[in-house]
């Protein structure tokens, strides 16, 4: 049984069923890294501004600060820690981000990688002022965003070679 103020959720969390009893005020952010221990997803303001909770929730980009858990019941989350292959090996995104000096501190960067999967799975033929749009919405204090967005485009091309 469940207090008033408390519920069962039930989700997919990178293909995998997840479950807690919550707290209703209890945000996705932090149901992912306290309720689950997924704590790639990363809280910087806290209201909408940085971009760095960003998540998908049924493929499409979320601010998981601005989400409640019980929102996201019965729901497919993918998470950073999604991204990486089973034997750890980073995808064509991370390693791009990695060649390309695309992270500093790093903080940014899940909220980042989110959005960039997000645009990739809509638009494969996105141009470079696409993804500087697309990343609008997410803040980075380090890079100056240079590196970000070359780690973008290097991504895309090696996608597009393997359609
Ligand atoms: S922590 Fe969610 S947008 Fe900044
Ligand atoms: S790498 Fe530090 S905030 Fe982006």
Known sequence: MTGASRRAIKLQVNGK?????????????DCLRQEFKLTGTHLGCEHGVCGACTVLLDGQS???????????DGR???TVEGLAGADGKLNILQQAFKD?????CGFCTPGILMTL?????????????????????NICRCTGYQGIVDAAMDALRKMRSLL
């Open 17 to 29: 069923p997840h479950a807690a009893e919550v707290d209703v005020r209890l945000t996705l952010a």
């Open 76 to 78: 497919a989350v993918a």
């Open 117 to 137: 999967t997000e645009c990739f799975a809509d638009k494969p033929d996105l141009t470079e002022q696409d993804i500087r749009v697309a990343l609008s919405g």
């Open 100 to 104: 390309h000096h695309g992270l500093q």
């Open 62 to 72: 979320v601010r998981a600060c601005l989400m409640l858990a019980v929102q996201a």
